[in-house]
């Protein structure tokens, strides 16, 4: 059988599929983590427990993307390397004080399993670049 198609059919249906694939930004992906766990922590009930935990977790989920982005413009592989192992130990402080805050807020428990699995996700990552990096 003949195929009736006309050769721009197959060219759109492949800039179709060029356009729509994912990109993968890790820059993007750490910005978008750190803004959904401020998002969910600002939708917990304030308490003494809560303050604690969403303090800490703001602050290592945040730290994650800015010591990526450090790194990508630092001179040397050294200091590269330093800066992603940073990245590193702050995504598995986050893992940490999400497991703590899920823990407090039961009522969160499925949206903070997604930034857990998030942050696990980060982790492999981050692992990976440090590993490869030697």
């Known amino acids: 059988m003949i195929n009736k198609q006309s050769p721009n059919s197959n060219h759109q249906t492949i800039s179709k599929f060029l356009i729509t694939k994912p990109k993968f930004d890790l820059e993007k992906r750490t910005l978008d983590f750190s803004m959904k766990v401020i998002m969910v922590c600002g939708k917990l009930v304030r308490n003494p427990v809560n303050d604690v935990l969403v303090r800490q977790l703001v602050r290592a989920a945040g730290s994650i993307g800015a010591n990526y982005r450090e790194a990508n413009d630092v001179f040397s592989k050294k200091d590269f390397r ?24 039961i009522n969160y428990k499925e949206i903070i399993w997604q930034l857990i699995g998030e942050s696990c996700e980060l982790r492999k990552i981050f692992s990976s670049i440090v590993s490869k990096s030697y």
């Open 82 to 105: 330093y800066k992603i192992g940073i990245s590193l130990m702050e995504a598995k402080e986050a893992h940490y004080w999400l497991n703590l805050l899920r823990e407090a807020n």
